[in-house]
Protein backbone atom coordinates (compact mmCIF):
# COMPACT_ATOMS: atom_id res chain seq x y z
CA UNK A 1 0.00 0.00 0.00
CA UNK A 2 2.74 2.68 0.90
CA UNK A 3 4.46 1.81 -1.97
CA UNK A 4 1.57 2.28 -4.11
CA UNK A 5 0.64 5.77 -2.77
CA UNK A 6 4.86 6.84 -2.77
CA UNK A 7 4.26 5.73 -6.80
CA UNK A 8 1.54 7.70 -7.22
CA UNK A 9 3.09 10.39 -5.40
CA UNK A 10 6.42 10.30 -7.60
CA UNK A 11 3.73 10.25 -10.48
CA UNK A 12 1.78 13.63 -9.61
CA UNK A 13 5.01 15.10 -8.64
CA UNK A 14 6.69 14.60 -12.15
CA UNK A 15 3.63 15.72 -13.75
CA UNK A 16 3.60 19.09 -11.98
CA UNK A 17 6.90 19.21 -12.98
CA UNK A 18 6.29 18.83 -16.62
CA UNK A 19 3.35 21.25 -16.51
CA UNK A 20 5.17 24.03 -15.27
CA UNK A 21 7.98 23.05 -17.87
CA UNK A 22 5.75 23.35 -20.45
CA UNK A 23 3.99 26.41 -19.79
CA UNK A 24 7.62 27.95 -18.82
CA UNK A 25 8.63 27.04 -22.05
CA UNK A 26 5.29 28.21 -24.05
CA UNK A 27 6.24 31.68 -22.22
CA UNK A 28 9.17 32.04 -23.69
CA UNK A 29 8.39 31.11 -26.95
CA UNK A 30 5.60 34.07 -26.85
CA UNK A 31 8.18 36.38 -25.30
CA UNK A 32 10.27 35.49 -28.45
CA UNK A 33 7.42 35.74 -30.87
CA UNK A 34 7.86 39.06 -31.91
CA UNK A 35 11.16 38.23 -33.68
CA UNK A 36 9.45 35.51 -35.88
CA UNK A 37 6.08 37.24 -36.86
CA UNK A 38 6.61 40.67 -38.84
CA UNK A 39 3.35 41.34 -40.61
CA UNK A 40 1.35 43.54 -38.51
CA UNK A 41 -1.43 41.89 -39.71
CA UNK A 42 -0.46 38.91 -38.00
CA UNK A 43 0.92 40.52 -35.05
CA UNK A 44 -2.96 42.21 -34.83
CA UNK A 45 -4.20 38.77 -34.78
CA UNK A 46 -2.19 37.97 -31.90
CA UNK A 47 -2.60 41.04 -30.03
CA UNK A 48 -5.92 39.99 -30.21
CA UNK A 49 -5.69 36.57 -28.97
CA UNK A 50 -4.07 37.28 -26.00
CA UNK A 51 -6.45 40.51 -25.26
CA UNK A 52 -9.42 37.22 -25.61
CA UNK A 53 -7.07 35.30 -23.15
CA UNK A 54 -7.28 37.96 -20.46
CA UNK A 55 -11.27 38.64 -21.09
CA UNK A 56 -12.04 34.71 -21.15
CA UNK A 57 -9.90 33.94 -17.59
CA UNK A 58 -12.09 37.45 -16.19
CA UNK A 59 -15.19 35.48 -17.26
CA UNK A 60 -13.67 32.37 -15.96
CA UNK A 61 -14.17 34.06 -12.19
CA UNK A 62 -17.57 34.26 -12.79
CA UNK A 63 -18.90 31.80 -15.12
CA UNK A 64 -16.49 29.01 -14.59
CA UNK A 65 -15.92 29.21 -10.69
CA UNK A 66 -19.03 31.27 -9.44
CA UNK A 67 -21.61 29.21 -11.55
CA UNK A 68 -22.94 32.43 -12.75
CA UNK A 69 -22.97 32.97 -16.84
CA UNK A 70 -22.93 36.20 -17.09
CA UNK A 71 -23.59 37.86 -20.62
CA UNK A 72 -22.91 41.48 -20.28
CA UNK A 73 -18.76 41.97 -19.73
CA UNK A 74 -18.88 44.20 -22.54
CA UNK A 75 -20.43 46.80 -20.04
CA UNK A 76 -17.12 46.62 -17.83
CA UNK A 77 -15.13 46.58 -21.09
CA UNK A 78 -16.32 49.75 -22.42
CA UNK A 79 -16.35 51.07 -18.44
CA UNK A 80 -12.91 50.92 -18.42
CA UNK A 81 -12.61 52.40 -22.22
CA UNK A 82 -14.40 55.20 -21.44
CA UNK A 83 -13.04 56.33 -18.00
CA UNK A 84 -9.28 56.38 -19.55
CA UNK A 85 -10.47 57.99 -22.53
CA UNK A 86 -12.84 60.87 -21.00
CA UNK A 87 -9.89 61.38 -18.26
CA UNK A 88 -7.11 61.59 -20.59
CA UNK A 89 -9.33 63.71 -23.03
CA UNK A 90 -10.35 66.09 -20.57
CA UNK A 91 -7.76 66.16 -18.16
CA UNK A 92 -4.91 64.77 -19.52
CA UNK A 93 -4.72 62.01 -17.36
CA UNK A 94 -2.22 59.11 -18.77
CA UNK A 95 -3.89 55.78 -19.45
CA UNK A 96 -2.13 53.94 -17.37
CA UNK A 97 -3.61 55.63 -14.23
CA UNK A 98 -7.14 56.27 -16.19
CA UNK A 99 -6.97 52.05 -16.73
CA UNK A 100 -6.83 51.43 -12.49
CA UNK A 101 -9.16 53.92 -11.68
CA UNK A 102 -11.88 52.39 -15.03
CA UNK A 103 -10.74 48.86 -13.04
CA UNK A 104 -11.66 50.35 -9.39
CA UNK A 105 -14.84 52.08 -11.34
CA UNK A 106 -15.90 49.06 -12.98
CA UNK A 107 -15.71 46.88 -10.00
CA UNK A 108 -17.75 49.40 -7.97
CA UNK A 109 -20.48 49.33 -10.50
CA UNK A 110 -20.30 45.28 -10.37
CA UNK A 111 -20.71 45.32 -6.78
CA UNK A 112 -23.95 47.35 -6.93
CA UNK A 113 -25.40 45.62 -10.04
CA UNK A 114 -24.23 42.09 -8.33
CA UNK A 115 -26.37 43.08 -5.13
CA UNK A 116 -29.37 43.16 -6.89
CA UNK A 117 -29.43 40.31 -9.76
CA UNK A 118 -26.32 37.79 -8.06
CA UNK A 119 -29.02 36.30 -6.01
CA UNK A 120 -30.40 35.20 -10.03
CA UNK A 121 -30.03 31.43 -11.27
CA UNK A 122 -29.11 30.33 -14.47
CA UNK A 123 -30.74 32.03 -17.94
CA UNK A 124 -32.63 34.34 -15.43
CA UNK A 125 -29.15 35.83 -14.19
CA UNK A 126 -27.91 35.66 -18.14
CA UNK A 127 -31.02 37.86 -18.65
CA UNK A 128 -30.63 40.00 -16.69
CA UNK A 129 -26.92 41.11 -17.53
CA UNK A 130 -28.21 41.09 -21.00
CA UNK A 131 -30.72 43.95 -20.36
CA UNK A 132 -27.97 45.73 -17.35
CA UNK A 133 -25.73 45.59 -21.31
CA UNK A 134 -28.26 47.05 -23.68
CA UNK A 135 -29.75 49.67 -21.20
CA UNK A 136 -26.18 51.18 -20.34
CA UNK A 137 -25.19 50.85 -24.31
CA UNK A 138 -29.11 52.99 -25.13
CA UNK A 139 -27.76 55.70 -22.37
CA UNK A 140 -24.03 55.94 -23.53
CA UNK A 141 -25.41 56.24 -27.16
CA UNK A 142 -27.53 59.33 -26.01
CA UNK A 143 -25.13 60.68 -23.22
CA UNK A 144 -23.09 63.79 -25.00
CA UNK A 145 -20.63 64.15 -22.31
CA UNK A 146 -18.91 60.38 -23.57
CA UNK A 147 -19.56 61.65 -26.98
CA UNK A 148 -22.86 59.82 -27.98
CA UNK A 149 -23.50 57.68 -30.53
CA UNK A 150 -20.39 59.36 -32.11
CA UNK A 151 -17.76 58.09 -29.56
CA UNK A 152 -14.81 59.77 -28.56
CA UNK A 153 -11.63 59.66 -30.79
CA UNK A 154 -8.75 59.54 -29.01
CA UNK A 155 -5.82 61.87 -29.58
CA UNK A 156 -2.67 60.81 -31.66
CA UNK A 157 0.40 60.88 -29.77
CA UNK A 158 2.45 58.55 -31.29
CA UNK A 159 5.70 57.07 -30.14
CA UNK A 160 4.64 58.20 -26.52
CA UNK A 161 5.17 56.07 -23.27
CA UNK A 162 2.99 58.30 -21.04
CA UNK A 163 -0.29 58.17 -23.29
CA UNK A 164 0.41 54.24 -24.19
CA UNK A 165 0.76 54.84 -27.40
CA UNK A 166 3.35 52.86 -29.76
CA UNK A 167 5.01 53.45 -33.27
CA UNK A 168 4.91 49.44 -34.01
CA UNK A 169 2.51 46.72 -32.50
CA UNK A 170 5.49 45.11 -30.44
CA UNK A 171 5.12 47.11 -27.16
CA UNK A 172 1.32 46.20 -27.88
CA UNK A 173 1.57 42.99 -27.77
CA UNK A 174 4.28 42.81 -24.57
CA UNK A 175 1.19 44.81 -22.81
CA UNK A 176 -1.22 42.12 -23.13
CA UNK A 177 1.45 39.37 -22.99
CA UNK A 178 1.59 40.07 -19.43
CA UNK A 179 -1.26 41.15 -18.44
CA UNK A 180 -2.12 37.23 -20.01
CA UNK A 181 0.81 35.72 -18.06
CA UNK A 182 -0.50 37.58 -14.94
CA UNK A 183 -3.75 36.50 -14.80
CA UNK A 184 -3.60 32.82 -15.55
CA UNK A 185 -1.22 33.05 -12.60
CA UNK A 186 -3.51 34.62 -10.29
CA UNK A 187 -6.68 32.41 -11.60
CA UNK A 188 -3.82 29.24 -10.86
CA UNK A 189 -3.35 30.88 -7.06
CA UNK A 190 -6.95 31.13 -6.90
CA UNK A 191 -8.12 27.90 -8.49
CA UNK A 192 -6.05 26.09 -5.26
CA UNK A 193 -7.03 28.59 -2.74
CA UNK A 194 -10.04 28.65 -0.24
CA UNK A 195 -11.69 30.24 -2.82
CA UNK A 196 -11.17 27.48 -5.61
CA UNK A 197 -12.83 24.96 -2.98
CA UNK A 198 -15.53 26.95 -1.76
CA UNK A 199 -16.44 27.90 -5.27
CA UNK A 200 -16.32 23.98 -6.80
CA UNK A 201 -18.35 23.46 -3.52
CA UNK A 202 -20.89 25.63 -4.02
CA UNK A 203 -20.83 24.22 -8.41
CA UNK A 204 -21.64 20.79 -6.79
CA UNK A 205 -24.52 21.59 -4.68
CA UNK A 206 -25.02 25.49 -3.14
CA UNK A 207 -27.57 24.47 -0.62
CA UNK A 208 -25.26 21.84 0.94
CA UNK A 209 -22.09 24.54 1.05
CA UNK A 210 -24.53 27.28 2.56
CA UNK A 211 -25.32 24.64 4.94
CA UNK A 212 -21.25 24.41 6.11
CA UNK A 213 -21.57 27.93 6.34
CA UNK A 214 -19.98 28.84 2.93
CA UNK A 215 -21.38 32.45 1.78
CA UNK A 216 -22.26 31.93 -1.83
CA UNK A 217 -23.13 35.31 -2.25
CA UNK A 218 -20.12 36.84 -0.77
CA UNK A 219 -17.83 34.51 -3.34
CA UNK A 220 -20.32 35.81 -5.88
CA UNK A 221 -19.83 39.22 -5.30
CA UNK A 222 -16.34 39.13 -5.39
CA UNK A 223 -15.93 36.85 -8.78
CA UNK A 224 -17.92 39.45 -10.00
CA UNK A 225 -15.82 42.27 -9.12
CA UNK A 226 -12.34 40.85 -9.87
CA UNK A 227 -14.24 39.49 -13.60
CA UNK A 228 -15.18 43.56 -13.91
CA UNK A 229 -11.86 44.94 -12.85
CA UNK A 230 -9.78 42.76 -15.23
CA UNK A 231 -11.73 43.53 -18.02
CA UNK A 232 -11.76 47.04 -17.73
CA UNK A 233 -8.09 46.81 -18.00
CA UNK A 234 -8.62 45.75 -21.08
CA UNK A 235 -11.09 48.05 -21.78
CA UNK A 236 -8.37 51.02 -21.62
CA UNK A 237 -5.74 48.81 -23.55
CA UNK A 238 -8.36 48.80 -26.64
CA UNK A 239 -8.81 51.97 -26.27
CA UNK A 240 -5.55 53.00 -27.18
CA UNK A 241 -4.99 50.24 -29.70
CA UNK A 242 -7.32 51.47 -31.50
CA UNK A 243 -7.80 55.07 -30.56
CA UNK A 244 -11.23 55.26 -31.26
CA UNK A 245 -14.40 53.73 -28.99
CA UNK A 246 -18.10 53.93 -29.33
CA UNK A 247 -21.39 52.39 -28.26
CA UNK A 248 -21.76 50.22 -31.00
CA UNK A 249 -17.93 49.04 -30.88
CA UNK A 250 -17.13 48.43 -27.11
CA UNK A 251 -21.08 47.95 -25.73
CA UNK A 252 -22.37 45.13 -27.80
CA UNK A 253 -23.96 42.46 -26.61
CA UNK A 254 -22.33 40.02 -29.13
CA UNK A 255 -18.81 40.77 -27.88
CA UNK A 256 -20.35 39.61 -24.22
CA UNK A 257 -21.47 36.18 -25.57
CA UNK A 258 -18.26 35.77 -27.75
CA UNK A 259 -16.20 35.84 -24.05
CA UNK A 260 -18.37 33.59 -22.81
CA UNK A 261 -18.13 31.01 -25.61
CA UNK A 262 -14.55 31.01 -25.92
CA UNK A 263 -14.61 30.40 -22.06
CA UNK A 264 -17.32 27.81 -22.41
CA UNK A 265 -15.35 26.27 -25.41
CA UNK A 266 -11.68 26.17 -24.07
CA UNK A 267 -13.56 24.89 -20.48
CA UNK A 268 -14.81 27.16 -17.49
CA UNK A 269 -13.63 26.70 -14.88
CA UNK A 270 -10.47 25.87 -15.39
CA UNK A 271 -6.87 27.23 -15.54
CA UNK A 272 -6.10 26.31 -19.27
CA UNK A 273 -9.86 26.37 -20.81
CA UNK A 274 -9.98 30.12 -21.52
CA UNK A 275 -6.64 29.53 -23.20
CA UNK A 276 -7.71 27.11 -25.44
CA UNK A 277 -10.64 28.56 -26.37
CA UNK A 278 -9.09 32.03 -27.24
CA UNK A 279 -6.37 29.95 -29.20
CA UNK A 280 -9.36 28.70 -31.05
CA UNK A 281 -12.07 30.94 -31.56
CA UNK A 282 -10.41 34.18 -32.44
CA UNK A 283 -7.71 33.33 -35.25
CA UNK A 284 -10.30 31.25 -36.20
CA UNK A 285 -13.13 33.75 -36.82
CA UNK A 286 -10.66 36.52 -38.20
CA UNK A 287 -9.73 34.25 -40.64
CA UNK A 288 -13.07 33.36 -41.65
CA UNK A 289 -14.14 36.58 -41.72
CA UNK A 290 -10.87 37.88 -43.74
CA UNK A 291 -10.70 34.88 -46.23
CA UNK A 292 -14.80 34.72 -46.41
CA UNK A 293 -16.54 37.64 -45.32
CA UNK A 294 -16.46 39.67 -48.80
CA UNK A 295 -17.63 36.92 -50.70
CA UNK A 296 -20.27 35.45 -48.40
CA UNK A 297 -21.74 37.43 -45.62
CA UNK A 298 -22.32 35.64 -42.60
CA UNK A 299 -20.95 32.39 -44.04
CA UNK A 300 -18.05 33.02 -41.41
CA UNK A 301 -20.02 33.03 -38.55
CA UNK A 302 -21.90 30.27 -39.83
CA UNK A 303 -18.87 27.71 -40.09
CA UNK A 304 -17.70 29.62 -37.06
CA UNK A 305 -20.87 28.29 -34.83
CA UNK A 306 -20.79 24.80 -36.84
CA UNK A 307 -17.30 24.03 -35.41
CA UNK A 308 -17.83 25.70 -31.76
CA UNK A 309 -21.52 23.27 -31.59
CA UNK A 310 -18.83 20.26 -33.03
CA UNK A 311 -16.62 20.71 -30.13
CA UNK A 312 -19.27 20.81 -27.03
CA UNK A 313 -20.88 17.71 -28.82
CA UNK A 314 -17.82 15.40 -28.69
CA UNK A 315 -16.86 16.72 -25.30
CA UNK A 316 -19.43 19.41 -23.75
CA UNK A 317 -16.71 20.30 -20.79
CA UNK A 318 -14.51 21.93 -23.64
CA UNK A 319 -11.23 21.42 -24.99
CA UNK A 320 -9.52 20.89 -21.48
CA UNK A 321 -11.74 17.86 -21.16
CA UNK A 322 -10.96 17.04 -25.05
CA UNK A 323 -7.09 17.06 -24.56
CA UNK A 324 -7.50 14.82 -21.10
CA UNK A 325 -9.40 12.42 -22.84
CA UNK A 326 -6.49 11.69 -25.65
CA UNK A 327 -3.85 11.76 -23.23
CA UNK A 328 -5.39 9.22 -21.06
CA UNK A 329 -6.01 7.19 -24.37
CA UNK A 330 -2.47 7.55 -25.48
CA UNK A 331 -1.37 6.77 -21.57
CA UNK A 332 -3.65 3.61 -22.29
CA UNK A 333 -1.74 2.77 -25.44
CA UNK A 334 1.15 2.95 -24.29
CA UNK A 335 0.65 0.79 -20.97
CA UNK A 336 -1.07 -2.03 -23.52
CA UNK A 337 2.24 -2.17 -25.74
CA UNK A 338 4.29 -2.34 -22.26
CA UNK A 339 2.58 -5.17 -21.49
CA UNK A 340 2.61 -6.70 -24.56
CA UNK A 341 6.45 -6.28 -24.86
CA UNK A 342 6.99 -7.82 -20.87
CA UNK A 343 4.54 -10.74 -22.08
CA UNK A 344 6.81 -11.70 -25.64
CA UNK A 345 9.87 -11.12 -23.26
CA UNK A 346 8.77 -13.34 -20.57
CA UNK A 347 7.78 -16.25 -23.25
Not at 177 to 202: E, H, N, P, Q
Not at 229 to 252: E, H, K
Not at 257 to 263: C, F, M, Q, T, W
Amino acid sequence: MEVTESIEGTRKREERRTSWLVWGGLVVLLILLPLFIKGPYYRHIVIFTLMYVVLAQAWNLIGGYAGQIALGNAVFFAIGAYTSSVLLVRADVTPWLGMLVGGVFSAAVSLALGYAVLRLQGHYFAMATIAFNEIVRICFANWRFVGGAQGISVPLHMGSLYYMEFPSKAPYYYIMLFMAVFITLFVYVLDRSRFGFYSKAIKQDELAAKNRGISSFRLKQVAFALNAFFTALVGTFYAQYVLYISPDSVLLTSNSILIAVIAIVGGFGTVSGPILGAVFVFPLTEFLRAYLGGQAMGLNYILFGAAAIFVVLVEPNGFVALVKRIRRGAGTRNEKERSVELGGAEG
